[in-house]
């Protein structure tokens, strides 16, 4: 019988994109301000960038387009700490509420650590939460794929990989090692998400695949009747 049941944080229970065009926003007023620019020509500029290369270097190329003369640090910090205005998806936060009565639920999220409890906080979700791992806080290497934090939960709830279950929704790291443990695993794809395209082998796909939280009660329904 299940008695958890984990998420992931970004793109399963709101919308990163949301976060990331916050951060955006911080960086372009910073700039505009101080190079006496247009906060929507930066601001455009960035995004297009985002959308053309992806994150990694974004503001690398931006310094190059433009004779800033700016720490790339600097910038990336002034991203960080944006403080995000964001909010739950509305079949996480229902899901949450139901959940809650029957279940322990948890957290497991990579990120710099700062930045995940900023949208922890943000997001309101503790209420509803028995533990939240944000695996930073652990280091560099605990973050997904390693065991660690996995394992870690199970201790915290006292219960068997089993009754356990995580969704996520990043299949290069969020079920590999989930799966080893013993842990069900369930892969959301919504409709907008870094990874909503992605296809890899069995090995890192989870069990099951769902495209709303609201499917989530059945698939727990249908391992009950297996167990």
């Avoid at 372009?28 to 601001?43: A, G, H, N, Q, V």
């Avoid at 974004?58 to 995000?84: A, G």
């Avoid at 065991?147 to 995580?166: A, M, N």
């Avoid at 369930?186 to 989870?206: N, P």
Wanted: proline share 3%.
């Amino acid at each position: 019988m299940i008695k958890a049941v984990v998420f992931d944080l970004d793109d399963t229970l709101y919308n990163e994109r949301d976060f990331v065009y916050n951060g955006f926003l911080e960086v372009s007023k910073y700039i505009s301000t101080k190079y006496f620019l247009d906060i929507r020509e930066i601001y455009n500029e960035i995004i297009e960038i985002f959308l053309e290369n992806g994150r990694g270097r974004i503001f690398n190329i931006l310094c190059k387009r433009y004779p800033f003369n700016e720490s790339i640090d600097n910038l990336v910090n002034i991203y960080r700490d944006t403080l995000p205005d964001i909010r739950l998806y509305d079949d996480a936060l229902e899901i949450l509420k139901r959940l809650k009565r029957n279940y322990f639920l948890g957290i497991i999220t990579d990120g710099k650590n700062t930045v995940q409890w900023n949208k922890i906080k943000a997001l309101n979700v503790e209420k509803y939460m028995d533990k939240i791992i944000v695996t930073d806080d652990l280091g560099k290497d605990y973050w997904k794929p390693s065991e660690r934090p996995y394992l870690d939960i199970l201790d915290q709830f006292k219960v068997k990989p089993s009754e356990c279950i995580y969704i996520g929704d990043n299949p290069h790291k969020d079920f590999i090692s989930a799966k080893k443990i013993g842990i069900i695993t369930i892969r959301i794809v919504r409709v907008i998400g870094d990874h909503m395209g992605t296809v890899l082998s069995d090995e890192y796909e989870a069990e099951y695949k769902i495209n709303t939280l609201e499917e989530v009660e059945r698939i727990i329904d249908l391992i009950n009747e297996k167990s």
